[in-house]
């Protein structure tokens, strides 16, 4: 950060503002403190019958590879919001959500991920935007070597562990793990 968005003044540096203990963004000219706060990613993992949906990224990070729906919540929008979005923009697809299944943390890049689960309406779904492509997986046909993101992975294989078992849990993770 260079300039303070309050008062345009190229005065900005870290330091530990008064009653805190981290090192913010503060206006050396209006003593604002700019406060940088982790990102929320929505998503929704779309199931039809015994399958599931992924999409293939059609842009970076991890470009070619299958994730589920999932993006950076928008201001103003609910966290089901934008993970109905989410599936629309890179699906083409409408869910009904069901249920929250994973809580993921990345902190080294900021990141907290909340993932649900949600009937694939119609079983119908396209491409969207930003999507190669779209497809439908058993839990035997996953491309595990071919998955974008750790959160992924992680909330895929604790929704089919739980289908086996008959559960429907809040899985709580973090990579690395702590």
């Not at 993006?71 to 609910?78: A, F, T, V």
């Not at 869910?95 to 080294?108: A, H, S």
């Amino acid at each position: 950060m260079k300039f303070c968005s309050n008062c345009g003044a190229a005065s900005i540096a870290l330091s530990v503002p008064e009653g805190d203990n981290r090192e913010r963004f503060v206006c050396g000219n209006c003593s604002v403190i700019h406060y940088q706060n982790p990102n929320i990613v929505a998503g929704c993992l779309p199931v039809w019958e015994d399958k599931v949906l992924l999409c293939r990224r059609a842009i970076e990070p991890r470009y070619g590879f299958w994730n589920i729906p999932s993006g950076y919540l928008e201001n103003g929008e609910s966290v089901e919001d934008g993970a109905l979005r989410e599936v629309w923009e890179e699906a083409a697809a409408k869910v009904n959500i069901d249920y929250l299944i994973t809580l993921y943390n990345l902190p080294k890049i900021n990141q907290v991920y909340l993932q649900f689960v949600g009937e694939l309406v119609g079983g119908k779904f396209g491409v969207g935007e930003e999507s190669l492509e779209c497809a439908l997986f058993t839990e035997a046909t996953i491309p595990w070597e071919e998955m974008a993101f750790t959160s992924s992975a992680f909330t895929l294989r604790h929704y089919f562990e739980d289908r086996r078992s008959g559960r429907r849990r809040l899985h709580r993770g973090c990579y690395p793990e702590v």
